[in-house]
């Protein structure tokens, strides 16, 4: 069996995640996917994970893991002999396979993997929305290294990488201080209608609906799926005003954000 473990806010991850999970099925119809939101599995008190294969992708934040994938690992137990690890990014991921393979250290897993995907870039905030042009290319990108990725897990590939990541491990850091603060500064515009897109697509939970409007809480992740994906464009953070055009992967709707 391949467990795939992902963390997804605009949809990039998961649709790796899931690109990979057909190409092994397809490759191996006896072989069992399942796909894992680590938002949701990180709330189990008790996080045991036993596969042939485990899989986990992830989008890179400020050149480290999302905050959430880092806690979930280092509180997992691994039953497996295998272990493959992919990061998507839309600028560089820099160091973030090298601080996700310290996580797994003392996991006491054989043989690993890492490796990285390209995807479009979403943080609005400080690139602003990406154009149709650079979207086709990168989603275009997105797929070839997927379904390298796919062969690399088939084929059981290995590869040893540096963890040696002083400028990425910092950066990663101010991150996650920044974290503490950041849902402090998301504002609503009046147009918003309570639909809750914006709450039932957060990947770990941390926007409530109240009084029929959303709620930021210290739970954030930071990975402003609720900013791209607002269908009203009713969510504002830093340089991202109001009706500021978002971005979710091409062949992903909201619904398969939800589930």
């Not at 709330?43 to 294969?53: H, L, R, S, W």
């Not at 839309?90 to 601080?99: A, E, V």
């Not at 939970?205 to 269908?231: D, L, R, W």
Request: positive net charge; glycine residues 6%.
């Amino acid at each position: 069996m391949t467990k795939i473990y992902y963390f997804s806010g605009t949809g990039n991850s998961l649709w790796s995640a899931r690109k990979i999970a057909q190409i092994i099925n397809d490759f191996y119809p006896e072989q069992n996917c399942a796909l894992y939101n680590i938002g949701k599995e990180a709330e189990k008190e008790e996080i045991i994970i036993e596969a042939e294969t485990v899989v986990f992708i992830f989008p890179s934040f400020a050149y480290g893991p999302p905050a959430i994938v880092s806690r979930f690992v280092k509180k997992a137990e691994f039953k497996t002999d295998y272990l493959a690890a992919f990061t998507t990014y839309g600028s560089s991921p820099l160091g973030t396979m090298g601080i996700f393979r310290r996580y797994l250290k003392k996991k006491k897993i054989d043989k690993m993997f890492f490796g990285n995907i390209p995807a479009v870039e979403n943080y609005l905030a400080m690139f602003g929305t990406p154009k149709a042009k650079t979207i086709e290319r990168w989603t275009e990108m997105q797929k070839k290294a997927t379904e390298k990725a796919a062969h690399s897990i088939i084929g059981k590939k290995e590869n040893k990488i540096c963890t040696f990541t002083p400028f990425s491990s910092f950066v990663s850091w101010l991150f996650s201080f920044g974290l503490k603060i950041f849902y402090k500064y998301y504002r609503l515009s009046s147009v918003c209608c309570g639909c809750a897109v914006c709450a039932n697509i957060c990947p770990v939970s941390a926007i409530e609906m109240k009084n029929g409007h959303p709620v930021f809480t210290s739970k954030c992740e930071h990975c402003q799926g609720c900013v791209n994906i607002c269908p009203l464009r009713a969510i504002q953070f830093a340089r991202v005003k109001f009706g500021t055009p978002g971005y979710c992967h091409p062949d992903i709707q909201i619904k398969d954000l939800t589930a």
